[in-house]
């Protein structure tokens, strides 16, 4: 039993070895936005929604932290308050909306 585990875990770490990926050498930036509200400071997700062409953000925590949305470029669209105490959201590509 001592062997085939061995073996196992042999095999794992070879296998991990193998297929690791390489990081990127040079990353680039395609845009940078900015939250237009001040409150919070535990940002929480960004979401791509694909049907509207816009990104999403929130801060983490009570119902009155930002909501904002951002075009492809980087420019604000969008920013409410979440009205819900949120954790984090992605977008469902079945319902195709933000959950």
Known sequence: MKRILLIWTLAFCVAATVFTQEPLKKVTKEFQ?????SDGTNASAVVWHSELN???TLIAGNSEFPFE???AEGKSTYSQPIQID???M???PKKKRLE
Do not use: I
Request: glycine fraction near 6%; aromatic fraction near 36%; charge should be neutral.
């Open 33 to 37: 936005y900015t939250m237009v509200s």
């Open 54 to 56: 816009l990104y999403f």
């Open 69 to 71: 949305a951002f075009d």
């Open 86 to 88: 949120s954790r984090g």
């Open 90 to 92: 992605w977008y469902n």
